[in-house]
């Protein structure tokens, strides 16, 4: 069975780091593209960007460049997120997905992020 | 980035019913759009992707059609665990980008 298992979210002020991590199991995870995608309150899904199955190369949504870090550790089998310098319009659901090809096919249930002093 | 717009927003129907869902894009995709569903405290769920292609395990009243820039999502005789939210997500371009949403709700 596919699992993916996010973790690390909570309560962040704004201006600070956060990094949210997802384990995964039920298929071979360096064989995969992963992404990450979130979902703020009320509204819809945002790609925020994927990294290669060898960690080696990585693509971001344009609005999401330079404050969002994606990596992987496949001997692991986790999938990261580093977020600095959050804004409140950072608070969301964040989902750690499995790419299959240019498509999402399986999801976490995701982890929540909310940025407030 | 292609812009993808959903309408209606919101759906009320009965089990028993047939909706659809239509999905546009700000450029032709070509057939290349997915159907996600969205159920609280469940993972999303891909349902159908290159516009008609049923992913495995998808149940036939699910179905999808449309090219270019209009496509739409069909469910006949709606069953009561097919309420709830759907996305629609072009995979032609990067970046991916999925629509706004449709609430299907119980009438």
């Known amino acids: 069975e596919v699992k993916l298992v996010e973790s690390g979210g909570g309560l962040v002020l704004p201006g600070a780091s956060l990094k949210l991590s997802c384990i995964v199991s039920?298929?071979?995870?360096?064989?995969?593209?992963m992404r990450w995608v979130r979902q703020a309150p009320g509204k819809g899904l945002e790609f925020i960007g994927e990294i290669k199955p060898d960690g080696s190369k990585t693509n971001y949504a344009p609005s999401m460049k330079g404050r969002f870090t994606i990596s992987r550790d496949n001997a692991k089998n986790t999938l990261y997120l580093q977020m600095n310098s959050v804004r409140s319009e950072d608070t969301a659901t964040y989902y750690c997905v499995r790419g299959c090809t240019s498509l999402f096919d399986y999801w976490g249930q995701g982890v929540m992020v909310t940025v407030s002093s | 980035d292609v812009q993808m717009t959903q309408s209606p927003s919101n759906l009320a129907a009965s089990p028993g019913e047939s909706v659809s869902i239509n999905c546009k894009a700000s450029k032709s995709i070509s057939k290349f759009l997915a159907w996600y569903q969205q159920k609280p405290g469940k993972a999303n769920n891909l349902l159908i992707y290159?516009?008609?292609t049923l992913q495995s395990g998808t149940p036939s009243r699910f179905s999808g059609s449309g090219s270019g820039t209009d496509f739409t999502l069909t469910i006949r005789n709606l069953e009561p665990e097919d309420f709830g939210l759907y996305y629609c997500?072009?995979?032609?371009?990067?970046?991916?980008?999925f629509g706004g949403g449709t609430k299907l709700e119980l009438k």
């Open positions: 997500q072009q995979h032609n371009e990067y970046p991916w980008t």
């Open positions: 290159s516009g008609s």
């Open positions: 039920g298929f071979t995870f360096s064989d995969y593209w």
